[in-house]
Each structure stands twice: as C-alpha cells, then as structure tokens.
C-alpha cells in the first residue's frame, strides 16, 4: 500500500501561528501589509504538511476506515496530483489550495451531521481549514491576484451528495490525497531551498580563460 513520505517537524509552532493569524485577517488600519518570504512559505508548508498528516491519521481511525487502508488510494482527484513547482509552480498553487478549503467546508458540513457540536473531528478540520486559508492569504500577499469578478463562486464540490459510508470514504480520500500532496510539496520546497543555499555558498564562477 502507498505510504505518506515523513514530514520533518523543524517549523516553529510559535513563528507559524504567528503567520497564520497575520495573513488570515485583513490589514488594519487600510496600511497594506509586506508580502511574505519564501522562507515563510516554506515553514508553513512545511507545518501544514505535518498536520495534514495527523488529521487523515484521526479521521481514518475515527470514522473506522483503516481496514484494507480503504482511504489509501493512488488515484487522487486531478487539482491534488503533483504538486509540479515549475516556473508558476507556487502561484499555481493557490488553485489547489482553493479548492482543498471548498473540499474541507464539504468534509465539515457532512461531519456536522454524524457529530454534536465541539466534537474533536470537527474541531481539527476547523484547524486544517484554517492553515489552508492562511497558506492562501500568504501566496495572495506574495502573488497579488487581479480583483475577484462579482457574482464568482468557488469550483463545485468534488464530493456529490451519497450514502453516509460512501461519504466518509470519499473525504477520507481527499485527506489522504492532501497529506500525500503536501508532504511531497514540503519535500520539494526544502530541496529547492538547499540548492540555493549552495549556490549561494559557491558564488559566482570566476570567468574562463580563452
């Protein structure tokens, strides 16, 4: 069966919730705030890779899920393969993202229903619901996007109306296409960072002798 690649957890928990309530709330005092750093980006990423993690690890033993690794599947949706970080790589991921909040409303809106309020799944799709707006705000603050045209909704809900078993199952796979999603996006922004920090070390190269 298809495994999640580990997550290194060397992100500051201090430094990211600090970002996420940055960049989840407007600007005060009509000032604009400094877009983020790619640094920035990347311990976020790096963050929410490991709590996408736990939260398909609780939602696929709490919706009793593990047997066979149902949830496991090799064919995720289409805007959750990749990620590719060509040269638009991370603004395209703001799409991915947008669609993984509407994915996650979905996810909630049918765990509402199975659970009383305050529940513990709900309380960690809240969480991961709001690490992925925050991941928004930062690429809107590093990529500024033209004005949204009025009357635009979000991309339908890749979760039709179903039995409750076939639900759970479909939103257990979205977890785990995600996690697998993000731990593959932290690994690749930590490789890109590496490289640069090499070539930063080595400086120019001296010009060659004719």
């Given at each position: ?62 919706q009793h899920l593990a047997i066979h690794h149902l949830c496991r599947t090799n064919r995720p949706p289409e805007w959750l393969r990749g ?128």
């Open positions: 069966m298809p495994q999640c690649p580990p997550c290194h957890s060397s992100s500051s928990p201090a430094v990211t919730k600090g970002l996420l309530i940055l960049w989840a709330v407007p600007s005060q005092g009509g000032r604009p705030l400094p877009p983020p750093t790619l640094q920035q980006i990347q311990a976020l990423v790096r963050h929410m890779a490991e709590d996408a993690q736990e939260l398909f690890t609780f939602y696929e033993e709490n990620p590719v970080l060509g040269p638009g790589g991370l603004r395209e991921l703001r799409g991915t993202m947008t669609r993984m909040a509407q994915a996650l409303q979905d996810i909630t809106r049918h765990q509402r229903d199975l659970n009383p309020p305050g529940a513990e799944i709900l309380r960690r799709l809240a969480s991961t619901h709001l690490k992925v707006r925050g991941l928004l705000s930062n690429l809107d603050g590093l990529f500024p996007a033209p004005s949204p045209v009025p009357g635009h909704r979000p991309p339908t809900s890749p979760m039709a109306p179903t039995k409750i078993f076939r639900q759970k199952l479909a939103g257990c796979q979205i977890l785990w296409s995600y996690a697998r999603f993000m731990a593959k996006l932290s690994a690749r922004l930590e490789a890109r960072s590496r490289r640069e920090k090499r070539r930063s070390h080595r400086g120019p190269r001296p010009p060659t002798r004719s």
